[in-house]
Nanobody
Framework: QVQLVESGGGLVQAGGSLRLSCAAS????????VGWYRQAPGKQRELVAA???????NYADSVKGRFTNSRDNAKNTLYLQMNSLKPEDTAVYYC??????????WGQGTQVTVSS
């Protein structure tokens, strides 16, 4: 059974930083494409950042230069370093994984709230 468990969310002032973590189990993490999505109230879930098994990354335009997505295959863990946070970054952040068979898995989500 695949599990993705996020941690690190919370309340921060605008301009601050947070680091999200996603611990994966039940999946061959090293060959999965993993990333982060977010969903703000009343909005659709959107891709924030993703990283392939080869280390290629892509980011939403709105977070480029502020967020860094990284993975530690030895620890089966994904990270999202978020700097220069803005109120519009407020959302529930979800960890996402796609395995070699293209099955998709989601974490339960962690709330990030940025106050102005």
């Amino acid at each position: 059974q695949v599990q993705l468990v996020e941690s690190g969310g919370g309340l921060v002032q605008a301009g601050g930083s947070l680091r999200l973590s996603c611990a994966a189990s039940g999946i061959i993490f090293s060959i999965a494409t993993v990333g982060w999505y977010r969903q703000a109230p009343g909005k659709q879930r959107e891709l924030v950042a993703a990283i392939t098994s080869g280390g290629s990354t892509n980011y939403a335009d709105s977070v480029k230069g502020r967020f860094t997505n990284s993975r530690d295959n030895a620890k089966n863990t994904l990270y999202l370093q978020m700097n220069s946070l803005k109120p519009e970054d407020t959302a529930v952040y979800y960890c996402h994984a796609e395995d070699f068979a293209r099955y998709e898995y989601w974490g339960q989500g962690t709330q990030v709230t940025v106050s102005s």
